[in-house]
Every structure is written in C-alpha cells, then in structure tokens.
T-cell receptor, first 113, second 115 residues
Framework: SQQGEEDPQALSIQEGENATMNCSYKTSINNLQWYRQNSGRGLVHLIL?????REKHSGRLRVTLDTSKKSSSLLITASRAADTASYFCATDAETGTASKLTFGTGTRLQVTL | DGGITQSPKYLFRKEGQNVTLSCEQN?????MYWYRQDPGQGLRLIYY???????QKGDIAEGYSVSREKKESFPLTVTSAQKNPTAFYLCASSTLTPLNNNEQFFGPGTRLTVL
C-alpha cells in the first residue's frame, strides 16, 4: 500500500527559486526518508528524519516533520537545473528489523534555466 | 568501488516465460530488498531478506520468487504467474542496526518488458 502521498504531483520552477514538496502518511513511523530519482535511474537517499525530530538540514535541503499531522515537507533552496528529478518520501514503521520502507507516489520537479 | 549492481539493464520476455533479475552488492549489507515501480508511481516492496537463507514477502509477492544463498546476492525471478510483469525493478540494500534508522542504497534498476 502507498502510505505516503506527495503534494504536488508535479512542480515547475525557475533556477534560483525554492521548491517545497509535502508528504502525508497514515500510520505511526520510526523515521521518514526522502529520496531522489533521476529519470530511468535508481533512487538516491537524501535525508532521514527520526520520529522524535522536527527539523533537519543537509546542504540546500531542509526537512520538517510533524507527527501530530502525519506530514513532512522537503524544501530545496536556490534550486538548480540539476535538481530536476522525482522526489519520494518513504516511511519506516518497523523497529528492530529490516527497514521496510513504504514509498509515496512522488513529486516530479522541473527546474528551468 | 563499492555499490549495488543490477543486470541486465533492459530485459525482454515472452509471455509464459520465467526470467531472473540479478542483484549484487559489495557493501557488506545484511538486508536486501526488491521493489517494483510502475510509470508515474512510487515503489512497492516485493520481497526482502535480512539474512542469508531467509526472506519475507512484501506487499506484492505473488508471481515472484527470490533466493538468498549468499550475502552479496539476491536474485529475483519473475514467473509466468505474474499477471502484469512489465515494470521497472529496483534492488536495494541496507545495514541492520538496533535502532534501524538506516537508509537504503539502490541499484540502477532493470526495465522488464513482456512482449
């Protein structure tokens, strides 16, 4: 089942602008992760936020997590054409076992020059 | 050069045939996973394995089979029982730690087309 739902499904911005993507989920989680996928390629891990964290930064990425609303957001600041990709949130509800991630449907980001 | 590899990149299969997708990792990860991705969709878990000679079904295991005879290898067989096998297949691996806050490392994928 697709626990995570990303919003918007598609986003088009100009280089230098900020891009914000949102993710909602349904059940309690251990952590939430964001991944990036270039067209026709595998996924690349961007950032992980634990259930007891509210905000995390990594370079131009900022992730927030609101467990009361079961939602997360990914902000990419000062976007570049190379940021063009699909972005997926994935929730991990398990503890002490293999991380069984449940992926959302993704946000397709297009950054134009 | 550490990483996770999948082969082949493209695979064509006739209806009624079984086909096996390869996944190898040299990251010394205990856990390995297989996902299926359909156009414009997220990933759905087919099977996963935490240790050699053991594996569990994911959300969409019907029509698929796996083996884990070596830590480095986790091949996926798409059988003729899979009704709609045309998709992009992704393999991933991760470490296992008590807190389990582990990222997954993905291979480049295999695109399977049934003719």
């Amino acid at each position: 089942s697709q626990q995570g739902e990303e919003d918007p499904q598609a986003l088009s911005i100009q280089e230098g602008e900020n891009a914000t993507m949102n993710c909602s989920y349904k059940t309690s989680i251990n952590n939430l992760q964001w991944y990036r996928q270039n067209s026709g390629r595998g996924l690349v891990h961007l950032i992980l936020i634990r259930s007891n964290e509210r905000e995390k930064h990594s370079g131009r990425l900022r992730v927030t997590l609101d467990t009361s609303k079961k939602s997360s957001s990914l902000l990419i600041t000062a976007s570049r054409a190379a940021d063009t990709a699909s972005y997926f949130c994935a929730t991990d509800a398990e503890t002490g076992t293999a991380s069984k991630l449940t992926f959302g449907t993704g946000t397709r980001l297009q950054v134009t020059l | 050069d550490g990483g996770i590899t999948q082969s082949p990149k493209y695979l064509f299969r006739k209806e009624g045939q079984n086909v096996t997708l390869s996944c190898e990792q040299n990251l010394n990860h205990d856990a390995m996973y297989w996902y299926r991705q359909d156009p414009g969709q997220g990933l759905r878990l087919i099977y996963y394995s935490q240790i050699v000679n053991d594996f569990q079904k994911g959300d969409i295991a019907e029509g698929y089979s796996v083996s884990r005879e070596k830590k480095e290898s986790f091949p996926l067989t798409v059988t003729s029982a899979q009704k709609n096998p045309t998709a992009f297949y992704l393999c991933a691996s991760s470490t296992l730690t008590p807190l389990n806050n582990n990222e997954q490392f993905f291979g480049p994928g295999t695109r399977l087309t049934v003719l």
